[in-house]
């Protein structure tokens, strides 16, 4: 099962990858596992040489009751020392922001991977969409070809 974020290859160019580790409470893997998780509008930040996922939505667990979790509370990141001292020298640089990619499971633990991103502005967009038609209409001509 993955969940996989459309919005950030149209919004930011993606410079560099990361998979990362993250910690959760029982009731928000079991969330995740069925499919009920949201990064669209997540980011993460570097706060005291330690990265917090923000934003992230993760429903509540129906069978959770009382032990059940906030929906959208910060989550802490399992990067190597190495990686987060890269990751922040990068970030202090202008324009770069760490956007989740993907999250998906990897021998039963939730991984996320963290795109080191710079954002896009109007004029590349217009033409990531111009791309996306070149490429659509030559798969449909190559489809009635053959």
Do not use: Q, W
């Not at 560099?16 to 596992?33: H, M, N």
């Not at 667990?61 to 987060?84: A, C, D, P, Q, V």
């Not at 999250?103 to 963290?114: H, M, N, P, Q, S």
């Not at 217009?126 to 659509?136: F, P, Q």
């Amino acid at each position: 099962m993955e969940i996989i974020n459309r919005r950030a290859k149209f919004d930011y160019f993606i410079e560099d990858t990361f998979e990362a580790g993250i910690v959760l409470k029982g009731t928000e893997i079991k969330s995740i596992r069925l499919g009920k998780a949201n990064i669209k509008d997540s980011y993460a930040i570097i706060r005291n040489s330690e990265v917090y996922l923000l934003n992230m939505f993760i429903d509540h667990y129906k069978e959770g009751n009382i032990f059940n979790h906030e929906e959208t509370r910060s989550r802490k990141l399992l990067l190597h020392k190495k990686e987060i001292r890269k990751l922040d020298s990068k970030l202090k640089l202008e324009g770069y922001t760490l956007i989740p990619l993907k999250l998906y499971f990897v021998r039963g633990k939730a991984k996320i991977e963290l795109g080191l991103c710079k954002g896009k502005k109007n004029y590349d967009k217009r033409e990531s969409i111009k791309e996306r038609d070149l490429k659509r209409e030559a798969a449909k001509i190559n489809k009635y070809n053959k």
